[in-house]
Structures are given as C-alpha cells and as structure tokens.
C-alpha cells in the first residue's frame, strides 16, 4: 500500500508557472506506474499525465502536452507535474495517482492509490 501526498498547489497568472509534488510514502515506490489527474468544479476528473515505473516512458494528454510535464524521482519516493504556460482552464484540483499493475494508465479507474489533491487556480 502506498499514500500519496500532493503540495505545490497554488495562485497563479496567466502564463505563470508551477511545479506540482507528490510524495510518496513506502519503499515500494518504484512499483508503480504514476500519474496525475484533474478535475475542475462542475467537471468529471480529467487525466492530465502518467509515468512508467521507472520514468523512462510518460504520456500526457493532448489538452496539456508541451506545457505540463510529468517526472519522477524514484530515489525521494516523489513524482512531479511541471506545469507552465498556464491557462484559467487549467484551474483545477490536481491529484496524483499509483497504478499497481504494469503499463499507464490514462482512466482514473485504473489507478488504485489515490492522493487528497492540491489546488492550482490560474487568473486571467
């Protein structure tokens, strides 16, 4: 089992950047797939990114690709969303996800760990 916890949220302008963290707890970190979601208000949870265990494959969805980027640090148990270029639309909660079983995952049922999400508001 792993918990995740997710920090980095925040105010942003237009164009502004941010970089999102997600720690996680354990030794088995390097087990699973990752990826993060999102999920405005009044909106069903959208998949933002996802990255293989060890970071070498990642796929990000086409609405964020070029401006939000998935990483990971197997060695701090901690996967990153660097996010720039930011737009009011990408104004959400964004949660980080652990996926047990091989390859990505771009459905939310798909990830079985799940963190409390952070706040990321973009002002125009």
């Known amino acids: 089992q792993v918990q995740l916890v997710e920090s980095g949220g925040g105010l942003v302008q237009a164009g502004g950047s941010l970089r999102l963290s997600c720690a996680a707890s354990g030794r088995t970190f390097s087990s699973y797939a990752m990826g993060w979601f999102r999920q405005a208000p009044g909106k069903e949870r959208e998949f933002v990114a996802a990255a293989s265990r060890s970071g070498a494959i990642t796929y990000h969805a086409n609405s964020v690709k070029g401006r939000l980027t998935i990483s990971r640090d197997n060695a701090k148990n901690t996967v990153y969303l660097q996010m720039s270029s930011l737009k009011p639309e990408d104004t959400a909660v964004y949660y980080c996800?652990?996926?047990?079983?091989?390859?990505?995952?771009?459905?939310?049922?798909?990830?079985?760990?799940w963190g409390k999400g952070t706040q990321v508001t973009v002002s125009s």
């Open positions: 996800a652990a996926r047990s079983a091989s390859g990505l995952g771009s459905k939310d049922y798909e990830y079985d760990y």
